[in-house]
């Protein structure tokens, strides 16, 4: 009796093809929406990293309406209709914050140091980031724009004006975010970043028009303010929710030109500096 032996074909050792590898553009979006995806399922977990960007606001909001609402006369307008618009544009600017910090934390906390190790590009780690800290500062804007309604804020505005107002805060948080998270790449230390932060918004804010006009300040600070760039932010949100003039310098009679102007600058300066940092400090 012989025994009948078969000799492996190279069909039955052949491995199985693998699938083909997805596209450079494909697999950058697929990882950015995985990563921010990511940076969302942090919020229920720690969910003081949406103090910035919502118990600010709510408390500059409540204080100026009802501590020192009555003691404030804008000529021409009611102050809740003059206050909210100046609240939305101090939130977009707060977006250096909340990106500035995040930024921190992440490389101080070694979260970029495991993303190092995972084959991942390396754009989609930075754009997830700024993508995500944007939609977080949506969402504190929502909330001011809730509870200014809900306080008698009326904005003057039709749907046209509704999408000019959403795309100039859309662009103003996306040089602001880019800003954020330059700097929190450059100080490193997230107590350091909200310090920093804190020292250049909260004075530009105040400077910008947010709460009072800039033509009733004192020569020096109305000089500044006239050229504060968040006062060009605050008078475009202004002037496109309400209607309401604003002048005293070129951007001040230009507002939503001066906005854009400003918002391009900031992201032509910070997103090759901060391409360039992440290149260099993920590659050490």
Known sequence: ????????????TMAPPLPPRPLAAARYLRETGLLIGRSLRMIPRVPERLSDVTIQPVMFTLLFVYVFGSAIHIPGIRYPDYLLPGL??????????????????????????????????????????????????????????????????RPAIGFGGALELAGLMLLGLSAFTWFGVLLGMLVRN??????LGFAIVLPLSFLGGTFVP????????????????????????RHVSQGYPSSGSWELDHPVVAMCGWCVLIMVICIPLALRRFRTTTSA
């Open 88 to 153: 939305l544009g101090q939130s977009v600017a707060f977006g250096v914050l909340g990106a500035g910090t995040a930024t921190s934390t992440d490389f101080t906390s070694g979260v970029i140091d495991r993303f190092k190790s995972l084959p991942v590009s390396r754009l989609s780690v930075i754009t997830a980031q700024v993508v995500s800290q944007i939609i977080e500062q949506i969402l504190g804007i929502a909330i001011v724009v809730v509870l200014g309604l809900i306080l008698g804020w």
């Open 214 to 237: 800039i033509a009733g300040m004192k020569l020096v600070p109305r000089v500044i303010g006239e050229w504060d760039p968040l006062s060009a932010i605050i008078a475009a949100i």
């Open 190 to 195: 997230p107590d350091g970043m909200q310090g």
């Open 1 to 12: 009796m012989t025994a009948l032996v078969t000799t492996p074909t190279a069909h039955s």
